[in-house]
Structures are given as C-alpha cells and as structure tokens.
C-alpha cells in the first residue's frame, strides 16, 4: 500500500469516527437540505484533478449538515437499522478487499461468506433448511425475486415457459394480497409484468392484518386458475403480522397455488421464542424476504430472499439456462438474485450473526421490542395522547388531541427540537405519529429523552 492510500484511510477513519462519536447528541434529524448541500458540493467539473485528501476533506466538510443520524439512539423514523460496530468494521474491510460478489470464480471467499451466512439465516429464521436464498439489496428487491421464483413455479405447473415466452399468451396469475401490502410488493408485481393494479386486496383488520374470511371469499372460484398470495409479517406502520397459518391453509387448498412472504421486519420475531407463535405457518410459505439492514443492524445494504424451490428460484433468476451448472460444484450468489455484479454483503452479515450468536439477535429484538411498549406507555398516559395499534413488535402509533392538524405540529416540532426523529403516516384515515425502534444502540435512557422531547412538543403545541 503507497503512502497515499494509508494516509486517506486514515483520514476516512478520523472522519467516521468524529461522526460517530457525535451520533449520541448531534441534531438527529439533518439541518440542511439536498439543495443547500448540493450548492456546497458544486463546482465547475474539474478538468485536472484534484488532490484526495483536499477532495476527501471537502467531502466530508460539505455534507455534515446534510447527514441524517439514522445509525444514531434516537432515531425512530420510517423501519431503519443502524450499524453494528461490527458490521461497519467488516464492511470497511468489504471495500478494501473490494471483491466482486456475483460468481464463485470471481470471489470464493464473498461466495463463501454469503453461503454461511445464508444458512445461518434459515435457521434463525426457522425456514427450511433445504431452501435456496439470495442477498439482494433489500427486501424490496427479495419480494421481487421471491415474486419471480413464484410465476416461474406457477406457470410451469400449467406446462407454460414465463421466462423463455414471457407473458404473451400466459394462462394468468390470480394474484392476491392484503390491503395493507407494502408498496414495494406492488411495485414487484408491476416489475414482473403482474400489474400493480391488476391484484384482489384482501380486506385487512384494525392493525392491518388480511381478515381469514375476506381471504376465503377472494380466493373463492379461483381454482382454475394459477394463484399467488402474498402475506405481511409485519405491518409498516403497527408491525402486525397476517395470520399466517391461515394463508398457508387457504393456499394448500388450491391446487397451483404459492404463498409469500413479506418479511421485511416482522420475520425477525422468529429470534424470540415468545413472539414465535405471532408467526406460526411461516415455514409453510414457499418464499420469504426480508431485511439483514432493518432489525439486524448490519448497516445498508442487505437484503435476504428464501425460496422453498430451489429449482424455481434459480430458473427465475439465473443467467443462463436453468438448474444445471451450479450442481457441478459452487454456489453461484448471482443466481439468486437480481443484480450480477455486486458487493459482497455476506461478510458483515457473517460478521454480525457470529459476534451477536442466536441469543445476542434475540436480545436485539427482543429489548426493541420492550422499548416500544415503554415509548407507548410513557406517551398514552398523558392525556390527549392515544396509542393507535396494538404493540406486538417494535412500532408504535400515535395521535395527538385526535386532529390531524395538530398531529402533524407535534410531529414537525419533534423534528425541528432534533432530540429524536420521528415520522407521519396516514393510519386507516387519520393522521399519526409512526415510531419504529430498530436500532441496536437504544437505551432505556434514549426511549425516555425522547418521550419526554415528543410530550414537550405536544404540551408546547397544546398552549
Ligand atoms: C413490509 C416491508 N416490506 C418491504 C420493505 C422494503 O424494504 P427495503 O426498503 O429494505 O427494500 C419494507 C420497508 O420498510 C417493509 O416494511
């Protein structure tokens, strides 16, 4: 390594370490826009280069204010992980060995890495042992994949070729979800030529799970045709979990049927055995997704796609012709997933489920758990302030003075106080205030700062 390389690695590491360090106190939300730190970061294109370290520093310098403390304790907005120590040590260790994931050939070690850690992953999941995985960039792109291996299997059950003919002439998929699937689940049927549209919404219940009856009436008169469900576990804004079992019952009496699972979340309630139960029939389903960079804290990007057929996820997804080749010899990561090359996320994922062992993942989820039914009490027991969802995991929903209006001021004066972050969402028609803790580094002390900053903001507001 010259001189140069050491010295900007160096550098890097003082800046993130800065930023770390500050992660606990600074202004948790950012105090400049895109446009402000775009302004700082624009300059004429440079025709000669410039100097790195004066390149990195500027970098660093223009961005500050624009930086969002999401890795940080206070950090509740939309459902984001931070980073484990651990896993940010192993992904700097990802850059520098700068491997590219996508084949065996190219790597064996980012082969390997994400073949442990895949196995590990069903088995902490509880998903069957024998199911082919993948690590895509999210479980946006897992519900893709897990979506894909799903028409593959479904229509060459009827003797038709998705991926050689397309869908020109198909026998069509009925396709069924709950009204409160994930926009990421539609846009994977609108990706795979399903129609974002084109779908029964299954009725859901107050915390937004698919009612068994409705599900029984939308599946009703669709056995002649080939029939996709997609169930939740977890809900983006109360963290409910479909009941599960039931869809497996409905979708075994189909005769070509296939169930999925978005799991982004809510799959990680597998880690404890009391939450367990809120997912029983999850081994049932044929595919899963969900997401290593959410509740597990393995920094972004992660992913993580399960499929119970092998064969139909490899033929959905590989490059060449199906099931052949990798039975030779190695696992090929690109098979499984979308993207070819691709970085090898399989080393911080290994790194995090060793360090952290089946009951460090359970503690994690299990303490953000309680923190969440400690931020819903602290915050119901003030008057004005009601709790909107049944917490079963790790969200929480909240409305202030029942008005939608004030809502929105609690949850702007939140923002702007900069204790803590917190986002809007629209629940069953009404404003709230939605609150996820996913993040490894939440204290029983951050949950408490925080409530107190929300209540300030609401008492403040109320005057
Ligand atoms: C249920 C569910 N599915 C899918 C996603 C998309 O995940 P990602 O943005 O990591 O792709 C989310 C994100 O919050 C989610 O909650």
Not at 1 to 18: C, I, K, P
Not at 28 to 34: E, F, K, L, S
Not at 269 to 274: D, L, Q, S
């Amino acid at each position: 390594m010259d001189q140069d390389t050491g010295a900007l690695l160096d550098q890097a590491a003082g800046v993130a370490r800065a930023y770390l360090r500050s992660l606990p106190t600074r202004h948790v939300g950012a105090v400049a826009d895109g446009a402000s730190v775009a302004d700082r970061l624009r300059t004429a294109l440079p025709e000669a280069g410039e100097q790195p370290n004066a390149v990195l520093g500027r970098l660093a310098e223009s961005v500050e204010r624009g930086l969002v403390a999401s890795a940080g304790p206070r950090y509740f907005g939309f459902v984001i992980g931070g980073v484990l120590p651990v896993a940010l040590a192993a992904d700097w260790l990802t850059a520098g060995w700068a491997q590219n994931a996508a084949m065996h050939a190219l790597s064996p070690a980012a082969a390997a890495a994400e073949q442990v850690a895949g196995e590990w992953m069903l088995d902490l999941l509880g998903l069957p042992g024998s199911a082919s995985f993948g690590l895509p960039t999210g479980a946006g792109l897992a519900n893709a994949v897990g979506l894909a291996a799903a028409r593959h299997a479904l229509l060459a059950r009827t003797g038709w070729d998705v991926e050689s003919r397309g869908l020109y002439g198909a026998p069509e998929i009925a396709v069924v979800v709950g009204d409160e699937a994930h926009a990421t689940l539609l846009t994977a049927l609108q990706y795979l030529g399903l129609g974002r549209e084109r779908v029964t919404r299954v009725p859901t219940d107050g915390q937004g799970r698919i009612r068994r009856e409705e599900l029984h009436a939308a599946v009703r008169g669709l056995a002649g045709r080939p029939l996709l469900v997609a169930a939740q576990a977890g809900n983006v804004n109360t963290g409910a979990i479909d009941p599960l079992d039931a869809v497996a019952d409905v979708v075994a009496g189909h005769p070509n049927a296939w169930m999925h699972v978005d799991g982004a979340f809510g799959l990680w309630a597998a880690a404890v055995p009391h939450l367990r139960p809120l997912l029983e029939g999850v081994e049932r389903a044929d595919s899963w997704s969900t997401d290593a960079h959410k509740w597990l804290n393995v920094g972004y990007d992660c992913g993580f796609v399960a499929v119970r057929d092998r064969d139909a996820h490899r033929a959905a997804m590989a490059v060449s012709a199906p099931y052949l080749r990798e039975g030779m010899g190695n696992r090929e990561s690109w098979e499984y997933v979308l993207d070819s090359s691709r970085r090898a996320r399989g080393f911080a994922l290994y790194a995090v489920l060793r360090s952290l062992g089946r009951a460090g993942v359970r503690d994690l989820v299990e303490r953000c758990c309680l923190h969440a039914q400690r931020m819903a009490k602290r915050l119901s027991a003030e008057p004005g302030v009601a709790v909107l969802n049944d917490v079963v995991l790790n969200q929480v929903l909240v409305r202030f003075g029942d008005d939608d209006e004030r809502t929105r001021q609690v949850i702007d004066r939140v923002q702007a106080d900069g204790v803590a972050w917190m986002g809007g969402t629209s629940w069953h028609g009404v404003t709230a205030m939605r609150i996820s803790v996913s993040n490894w580094s939440t204290t029983t002390e951050d949950i408490d700062q925080s409530a107190d900053a929300v209540l300030r903001a609401f008492r403040a507001q109320r005057r």
